[in-house]
């Protein structure tokens, strides 16, 4: 089989997830609307050249050496730099599309709902970025483009998902934010020196991805959950 096909086939995998998020989001009856979730995905899908310039600015670290040299590659130099450029990118697509507003009083916390949206538009974003860093890897470094295939949609997603609620509560709450930065950051680095490192065996990576992703799914039902609650009860306060 040639190299093109095995590309094809890898984007094709990669893709499964993005059709099971839309599939999912209009069956739960998400408020994102068909061409807000594409829209996501390019952007998503575009924070990679943000990410590969930072990348390549901040280089290797000459000084350092075995433990620390790895937690800069791993951590810093590519965790840390896709969560950034995630977090620009979703920055600009939410001021765009309305969901953080500029003048926001910096008093008013944001409410659930928006956390929520956040939230998902968030995983939807980490999809994009995944399919397109699936192609260029799948081109760039075969040996790891099998397990990366069936992992990366995953983590990206699930780091996606912290990231996205990162930039709705930047505003506000910038603890929260950077917490979950954080979060986003470790669970990257660490799933980074799974593939990476040969002794650790890629069951490991698989459970760090599909374990992040589970997590950031339950979240987002359960914000939904609370969402259809609290409009429940706003309703019915308004009928008395």
């Known amino acids: ?40 995905l390019l952007a998503g899908a575009t924070a990679i050249f943000p990410a590969l310039v930072l990348q390549d600015l901040l280089g290797a670290a000459p000084a350092m050496r075995g433990r620390g040299l790895l ?67 799948g081109v760039l470094n075969a040996n790891i483009m099998l397990i990366r295939a069936f ?7 699930a780091c996606g998902s912290r990231i996205g609620a990162a930039a709705v509560l930047f505003p506000t709450n910038p603890i929260q934010a950077i917490m979950r930065i954080i979060t986003a950051t470790a669970i990257h680095g660490v799933y980074n020196l799974m593939i990476y490192i040969p002794n650790i065996p890629s069951i490991a990576a698989i459970l760090i991805a599909f374990s992040a992703l589970a997590s950031a799914i339950l979240s987002i039902h359960n914000g939904r959950a609370i969402d259809k609650s609290n409009n429940t009860a706003i309703d019915k306060t308004k009928d008395n």
């Open 151 to 157: 992992t990366a949609a995953p983590l990206h997603a």
């Open 71 to 137: 937690f800069y590659e791993f951590f810093i130099r590519i965790a840390l730099t896709e969560e950034i450029s995630r977090l620009l990118m979703l920055f600009i697509f939410f001021w765009i599309s309305g969901i953080i507003k500029p003048n926001e009083n910096i008093n008013k916390q944001p409410t659930f709902n928006s956390v929520h949206r956040g939230t998902a538009i968030g995983l939807v974003a980490g999809l994009g970025f995944a399919l397109l860093e699936s192609a260029v890897f």
């Open 1 to 40: 089989m040639s190299g093109v096909w095995i590309l094809i086939i890898l984007i094709l995998i990669s893709s499964l997830p993005v059709f099971a998020a839309f599939i999912w989001f209009r069956i739960a009856k998400y408020q994102i609307p068909a061409v807000q979730f594409f829209l996501v």
